[in-house]
């Protein structure tokens, strides 16, 4: 029987790591398989996001009101910004079967797998510092002094990593994209076959403590 459900899955990775890239790619490959939950914060939106796509781009009061209406899953402060994940759009879609994937900082990351056991969590890394220096000067938009907080918030964040279950590098957008496709649906298949042995076995051995066998 082909197994409907999905599960949930947390990514991290630096700033600059390339995590965006890859979850759009991963969504462009695998449509029907993935939903990417898109965050609240109250960070102002760069060129060419797009209020909806991107984040939902909120006002601190806004973004209080959301956490005192318990509308969030999660939520963090990153470099002086709110993020935070609505509660709504998840349910949803894991009920729709899909595999959602939150992609969120560190201690919301945590957060969620005090939350929910047993959602893995994968951290995405740049082959190496110079890369992430690279990368995050290359893309031109931000200015020096939040790619420094950025990257001392990476130097934070590093301490975390051995917390994670998996650890992918981002070398190699293509591969990085088959790998990280292949561990969430390993994952998943593990979690929804050992639901449904346990299953099968609570009903039999109800039937036999009922004595219909
Ligand atoms: P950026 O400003 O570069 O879009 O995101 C900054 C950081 O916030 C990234 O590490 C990103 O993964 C994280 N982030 C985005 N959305 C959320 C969220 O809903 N919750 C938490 N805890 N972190 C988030």
Redesign the pocket.
């Known amino acids: 029987m082909e197994i409907q459900k999905g599960i949930l899955v947390v990514i991290?990775g630096f700033?600059g790591s390339g995590k965006g890239t890859v979850m759009k790619e991963l969504l462009k490959r695998y449509p029907s398989d993935y939903a990417l939950s898109v965050?609240a914060?109250t960070?102002l939106p760069r060129d060419g996001e797009v209020e909806g796509r991107e984040y939902f781009f909120k006002s601190v009061e806004q973004f209080e009101k959301m956490i005192a209406n318990d509308e969030l899953i999660?939520?963090?402060k990153?470099v002086s910004n709110y993020?935070?994940?609505p509660k709504a759009y998840v349910e949803e879609q894991l009920s729709e079967g899909r595999n959602v994937i939150l992609?969120?900082?560190t201690?919301?990351a945590l957060n969620i797998k005090r939350k929910f056991t047993g959602t893995p969590l994968i951290f995405l890394t740049p082959p190496d510092a110079q890369t992430l220096y690279d990368r995050l000067v290359n893309r031109g938009s931000e200015p020096m002094e939040v790619i420094a907080s950025r990257l001392r918030r990476a130097v934070e964040e590093a301490e975390l990593v051995d917390q994670y279950d998996y650890r992918i590098v981002n070398d190699d957008l293509d591969q990085c994209v088959e790998e990280v496709h292949g561990l969430i649906q390993s994952v998943r298949d593990r979690v929804f076959a050992n639901r449904k042995f346990a299953e099968h076995i609570k009903a039999d051995l109800l039937q036999i403590l009922k004595g219909e066998r």
């Open positions: 991290s700033s965050s914060t960070r999660e939520y963090a990153y993020y935070g994940t992609e969120i900082e201690q919301g």
